[in-house]
């Protein structure tokens, strides 16, 4: 079964960078689409970006131009950079395969200070 672990998260001030990690282990092989997706308290949780298995991105309208999403698909990795970082960015930022097919890890909370 497939085990992600996301981290990278924490405090910043607004206009600050942070950079996530999700690392997914017990996959033999290299995992397809992944998404970076977040959940604000009270809110339902959404997709903010994807990139399929040979570098194809989307992003969702709220982050496009300050988040980049990649990956490393040698180790089953993904990233996502963001930058100028609004207090509405704050959320717990999980990561998962595009449908949401996998077990969901604890995520990475992201507090942007104003």
């Known amino acids: 079964q497939v085990q992600l672990v996301e981290s990278g998260g924490g405090l910043v001030q607004a206009g600050g960078s942070l950079t996530l990690s999700c690392a997914a282990s017990?996959?033999?092989?290299?995992?397809?689409?992944m998404g970076w997706y977040r959940q604000a308290p009270g809110k339902q949780r959404e997709l903010v970006a994807s990139?399929?298995?040979?570098?194809?991105?989307n992003y969702a309208d709220s982050v496009k131009g300050r988040f980049t999403i990649s990956r490393d698909n040698t180790k089953n990795t993904a990233y996502l950079q963001m930058n100028s970082l609004k207090s509405e960015d704050t959320a717990v930022y999980y990561c998962?395969?595009?449908?949401?097919?996998?077990?969901w890890g604890q995520g990475t909370q992201v507090t942007v200070s104003s």
């Open positions: 998962n395969s595009l449908p949401a097919l996998l077990s």
């Open positions: 017990g996959s033999r092989f290299t995992l397809g689409t």
């Open positions: 990139i399929t298995r040979g570098g194809n991105t």
